[in-house]
């Protein structure tokens, strides 16, 4: 790609979204010259430069235009509320935000938090979420350690991200309401130049490759010819599978791209069709 422009991209400076997003930068065949200890990163071979930021930070860093793109967790994009265009859902550090209460509290539905304090670091969110179900409850914000909330009578409930739900059981509480998922998502700067967009078109198509390819696998086999059109059905690929003969007659390779759960269900089938030799290899793009 020829350009003299350079699409800005902010990622977190620490914690799981930096590594996933480092991660998946570099899955998409970027290279990035310098450590995260510098806030400005410019890449080898394609027109981005990485700005490392606190994640509280990227969704106002992007609406102000000083990053183009930004990767942040759902959850930051919500809260923040700024003029950012969300662009894709991008699959990794996929969480919860859920209303939790203490362990053995009957609950009978959403009214249990009529008149009740509920600590979080996601006022903004809670606080529509309330008001859209006509909800009175009193928010109170704290940082950190929201979970120890009602268990030293800071709260009665609290509003957090929940991921396995182990937080939550360790400090004897249950989650009741489900209010919003979460996930890493790309978010632009609203009015992006053409140029710019451009850039961050065929950045797309290297994320959307790369995600393709994921969970998918390449599978190698050989088939005696009378049995091909019953392991043919079975391996549908990205068009239809590939078939060649082999040196010796009677038999044919096929090739083929399969999920990889499908390989664990199928490999018996596949043997008691008769196929012989079944190589699975990984793939690393997919292209269509
Ligand atoms: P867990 O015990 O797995 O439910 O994780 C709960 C805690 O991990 C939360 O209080 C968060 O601080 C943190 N956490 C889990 N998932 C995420 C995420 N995707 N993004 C940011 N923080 C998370």
């Known amino acids: ?24 930068i570099k899955e ?19 027109p981005i430069e990485v700005l490392y930021l606190r994640d509280d930070d990227i969704p106002e ?5 000083v990053a183009d793109v930004g990767i942040v967790g759902e959850n930051e994009m919500l809260e923040k509320d700024k003029n950012v265009e969300l662009v894709k859902r991008l699959g990794f550090s996929r969480c919860r935000l859920s209303l939790a ?11 249990w938090f009529e008149g009740k304090k509920i600590a979080t670091s996601y006022p903004v969110i809670l606080e529509k979420y309330f008001r859209e179900k006509k909800i009175n409850a009193e928010i109170h914000v704290i940082t950190g350690s929201v979970e120890i909330a009602p268990g030293i009578g800071l709260a009665d409930a609290i509003f ?41 078109d065929e950045l797309l198509f290297r994320v959307e490759s790369v995600e393709r390819s994921k969970g998918k696998k390449y599978i190698l086999l050989n088939a005696p010819n009378e049995k091909l059109s019953k392991i043919i059905e079975m391996l549908p690929g ?13 038999w ?28 699975v290899l990984p793939i690393e793009k997919m292209i269509i």
């Open 1 to 24: 790609m020829k350009t003299e422009t350079t699409l800005r991209i902010a990622i977190q400076t620490k914690g799981r979204l930096n590594e996933e997003s480092v991660e998946l």
């Open 28 to 46: 998409c065949g970027i290279k990035l010259t310098i450590g995260k200890r510098q806030l400005l990163s410019p890449a080898k071979n394609f």
């Open 61 to 65: 860093s992007v609406a102000d235009g």
């Open 101 to 111: 209460i203490p362990k053995g509290e009957f609950y009978a539905g959403r009214e």
């Open 160 to 200: 957090d991200i929940v991921s396995s739900g182990g937080t939550l059981v360790s400090n004897g509480l249950q989650e009741v309401e489900v209010v919003t998922p979460s996930e890493a998502v790309l978010i632009k700067t609203p009015g992006l130049p053409p140029e710019k967009q451009c850039i961050l």
């Open 238 to 250: 990205m068009k239809s599978p590939t078939v060649m003969p082999l040196a010796e007659s009677g």
């Open 252 to 279: 044919s390779s096929v090739h083929s791209v399969i999920e990889e759960k499908f390989f664990w269900e199928n490999i018996s089938e596949l043997k008691s069709l008769g196929a012989e030799g079944i190589l």
